[in-house]
Nanobody, 130 residues
Framework: VVQLVESGGGSVQAGGSLRLACVNSGNKYHNYAMIMGWFRQAPGKKREGVAVITRDGDTAYADSVKGRFTISKDNAKNTLYLQMDSLKPEDTAMYYC??????????????????????WGRGTQVTVSS
């Protein structure tokens, strides 16, 4: 199985930073074999793609976070990260880690394909106050 566990969420003031982490503690697929991404869902809104990284390391970001968020992965630690800087109140949401070993999409395609990811974490809350 693939077990994704997020951490690093919290409450910060606008302009602050947070670093989310997603550990794949399962033993079936290693991170290097999967396309992985971060999605978020605010109350009353649909879940949206934030950032995606492919097996080859290609990345894509939502326009709303470009230049402020950075996705990365440490294959040795089987961990996915999301560095979030210059946070805004509109970044407030539950953030989810997602992964899939079978998707053959570009990073940009995967950003808009939340329904195609087969494995999800339970999420970590990010709250940004003004």
């Amino acid at each position: 199985v693939v077990q994704l566990v997020e951490s690093g969420g919290g409450s910060v003031q606008a302009g602050g930073s947070l670093r989310l982490a997603c550990v794949n503690s399962g033993n079936k697929y290693h991170n290097y074999a999967m396309i992985m991404g971060w999605f978020r869902q605010a109350p009353g809104k649909k879940r949206e793609g934030v950032a995606v990284i492919t097996r080859d390391g290609d990345t894509a970001y939502a326009d709303s976070v470009k230049g402020r968020f950075t996705i990365s992965k440490d294959n040795a630690k089987n961990t996915l990260y999301l560095q979030m800087d210059s946070l805004k109140p509109e970044d407030t949401a539950m953030y989810y880690c997602a992964a899939d070993p079978y998707l053959s999409l570009t990073a940009i395609q995967a950003l808009g394909s939340r329904g195609d990811f087969g494995y999800w974490g339970r999420g970590t809350q990010v709250t940004v106050s003004s």
